[in-house]
């Protein structure tokens, strides 16, 4: 894997210790980024994080922070500059789901899911977004879901976040260029955390929905984003790239 621009520049990746968030954080690394691997409870997969990226050569710190919340984000962002540099790139990873139809979801879990997925978002992006216009070259990407673009009766919270998601990086790309390339990521079924408890039967199911009959790997999502936030697709801004082995385009 060549460079292709990421070298020597400062990466800050949220939700970056662990799935999807982890596997970006090592190939950044690895291709000699300065990585901040943001969490919020979890410092220990973190620091391991951190740690293989700096065994390797690299250099990355663990940084805490909600990204849902406003200091806790300019907290994040002014400690990530003050260790690695100003902020280059951004990757928005963080994100929580919660199953339920849109009629039996409380109002509290709609807002908490909002709050993260969406603000988690905004959050992030609005604040190293000046600072890369004024040093004119800034590369972001935020990770949705398939989710996002095609119905989910029985995810309506969720489906609607990331559709959010999808809407926003969209608009927004017009108002950061020409400086900064801004794009989404829609993965489908993922070997994460987040499908750890799935229903066997469902997940079956799910698996034989998908033309490619497997569910997908972090490092697949993690190699696309690395081509995101390259110089080789410095002429793609406000796209959201599909990963979801086909299931995407099953009615």
Do not use: H
């Not at 990204?67 to 002014?78: A, R």
């Not at 908490?112 to 070259?137: E, F, H, Q, S, T």
């Not at 999808?166 to 829609?186: C, D, K, Y």
């Not at 993690?222 to 002429?235: I, Q």
């Amino acid at each position: 894997m060549t460079n292709d621009g990421i070298a020597g520049k400062t990466a800050l990746v949220t939700g970056g210790s662990r799935g999807i968030g982890r596997e970006i954080s090592l190939l950044l690394g690895k291709a000699g980024a300065k990585v901040a691997v943001n969490y919020v409870n979890d410092e220990q997969a973190a620091l391991a994080v951190q740690t293989q990226i700096t065994n390797a050569g690299g250099e990355a710190i663990a940084v805490q922070g909600d990204v849902s919340e406003t200091k806790q984000v300019d907290s994040m962002l002014g400690e990530t500059e003050a260790a690695l540099g100003s902020v280059d790139i951004l990757v928005c990873n963080a994100g929580i789901g919660e199953r339920g139809l849109a009629d039996l979801t409380p109002y509290e879990a709609w807002q908490r899911i909002m709050k993260v997925n969406v603000d988690g978002v905004y959050l992030p992006v609005m604040a190293v977004k000046d600072g890369m216009k004024a040093r004119g070259d800034g590369r972001i990407v935020c990770i949705a879901s398939i989710a996002g673009l095609r119905p989910r009766p029985s995810n309506v919270t969720y489906a609607t976040s990331k559709a959010a998601v999808i809407a926003f990086v969209r608009n927004v790309s017009g108002v950061l260029a020409p400086e900064v390339r801004i794009n989404t990521i829609a993965p489908g079924l993922i070997e994460t955390d987040m499908i750890q408890n799935m229903d066997p039967a469902r997940r079956a199911a799910m698996i034989d929905g998908t033309p490619l009959e497997r569910i997908g790997q972090p490092e697949e999502i993690a190699e696309m984003t690395m081509f995101l936030l390259s110089d080789r697709a410095s002429y793609t801004t406000g796209q959201t790239l599909v990963a979801s082995g086909g299931r995407v385009t099953v009615p």
